[in-house]
């Protein structure tokens, strides 16, 4: 007999036995039940209670014995795991003592045998009385050795939120054997909560309370279990959470309460993104994805962040062809895989190549005949462009036209470029580079079936090159955190946000639109820094220092959404908008730009003077 068997043969025996136990227990208690529910009524006088009742519960006995144990069997009194039992199993003890000591009932009626009336309500009082002592004290016994247990846990904890959630992880902790947490006290805003107490633990106040009972009970770690709430409500909360220096834990969102998924495992730490305090932006994906469906899908820069979200959200609504195209193997290589194991059936076609050669793009396009593109391929670092204007020229706008021309000669049905805020009134190359190929697009448009688009939008947190991920670094290095000026701002969206609204944007297109996002209030990148350094559990300016080293070269204090001179027109999704497009003399832009396309190719120092030619609100900054 192997291991395996021979564990499996002890857990069986295990559970025979201790399904004998409760059987033979339960044998006695219908016993004693119906000679107490006598005995109760004689003032526990044995001596005085009449001999035919006697007689009548001893004939009737091997019957209540039978009907107890039966119909306990049939309401699961002998499967429960009683370790772990709650509300379920206290209403099938007390639904089956009813009903076994209804039936008793009739049977002694109908058989003849009499006893007091009192009887049958005090029989089912003690049956009733016996089981969930049998059945609970383990679990009281074990809460008692757990509770005991926790006074020497080393992490205590603070709940933010008496509500179900709450309620949940709370039981949880308190039931575990294997928890090394004590809760000591729950904070909530609702002011008839407070005092009460839940799974014992005591309600102290509302937000107000938390700095204080932090210090009183010396918390370690506080979960924020509010899964319902505002975004907004939670940053306020976690703004005063931060005073303690506590580590911070919440849960991720209202599905977790809708799916029944409240439990400790599901808390997770609490990010930057939650100190934001805009509530995250839902679409339809379904409802807008559908025109994808059955279509040949292309995405320039498919590995890099913007591009490989697009990939994934398009993946799942079933393109009859997605074609991830990027000159960085490494990167496209990743989505590849993710994509293959996440969607078997996908065509899925990855191609290496530069959107700045002319025959290269042109060969793609020709081969495959794409119906909607995604042009996300770009140079998108600021300070980098700005010490490499040429190259930034060459790959933003030059690439740009070509993968346009592309489209319209090969008759792509929808092109979609993304753009950035730093195209409006651009102190940078980057978002003058920017600004010209949202140009090429409207001018495009006006001449070629294929609707030519751009949707323009802020910073993306977690993208390749943003400020989040390198204030990371540099706290695990022990700092500095360097923020380039005080007073600095900018407006943030999540990566599937920004891909989401974009692709609903293309369902909006007619052509010729620079579609704007709306990126909700600006964010102070010093708050940022410092948010993340307390979210680190460290202290600013004990553990670590903000080094302030201003602004880098093109870059602005912030960043403006729409130029003034462009407007604003709403769409049906209030987060979306849409800028009246500016009038463009064709034949001065296309002759300014094939003198920028040979001073590039020539390496030349001046292109900044040919570039605010052409882009007349394009003022480099020194």
Known sequence: MTTLEEKLKRINSKLVSRRLF???????????????????RYDLRYDEIAPHFLESIKVFMPATVLITIVIFYIFRLYHSLWMFAGITEMQNIFIAC????ALEGLGLSFTGNLVPRSYYFTNAGFLLMFTFVNRFSYRFVRGLKHKQNNKKNGIRVMIIGAGDAGNAIIKEIVSSNYSRMVIKCVIDDNPQKWGSFVQGIKVVGGRDKIVEMANFYDINEIFIAMPAVS???????????????????????????????????????????DLLGRESIAVDLDAILEYVKGKVVMVTGGGGSIGSEIARQVAGHKPRQLILFDIYENSVYDIQQELRTRYPELDLVV??????????????????HPDIVYHAAAHKHVPLMEDSPNEAIKNNVFGTWKTVQAAAFYGAKKFVMISTDKAVNPTNIMGASKRLCEMIIQIFNRHYETEFVAVRFGNVLGSNGSVI?????????????????????????????AVSLVLQAGTYAKGGEIFVLDMGEPVKILDLAKNLIRLSGLKLGEDIEIKFTGLRPGEKLYEELLMDEEGLQETANKL??????????????????????????????????LIQEIVPTYVPKK
Request: with cysteine.
């Open 576 to 609: 979306i908008h849409i800028g009246k497009p500016i009038e463009i003399d064709e034949t001065e832009f296309f002759c300014h730009l094939k003198k920028l396309k040979d001073a590039v190719e020539e390496e030349d120092d001046n292109v900044r003077t």
């Open 22 to 40: 409760l059987v033979a227990y339960d044998v006695v208690a219908a016993c004693l039940s119906s000679l107490m529910a006598l005995m109760i």
């Open 98 to 101: 009813l009903i076994a000591s």
């Open 351 to 368: 191609l290496i190549g530069s959107v700045r050669n002319t025959n290269r793009i042109n060969w793609v396009f020709q081969t495959y």
């Open 231 to 273: 975004q907004k409500t939670i940053k306020e909360i976690l703004q005063i959470c931060q005073e303690t220096e506590c580590k911070l834990r919440t849960l991720p969102g209202m599905y977790q309460l809708v799916n029944g998924e409240v439990d400790v495992s599901k808390l997770r730490d609490v990010e930057v993104e």
């Open 469 to 497: 991920p390198l204030f990371k670094k540099q706290i695990e290095a022990g700092g500095p955190v360097t923020v380039t000026d005080p007073n600095i701002i900018r407006y943030f969206m999540t990566i599937p946000e």
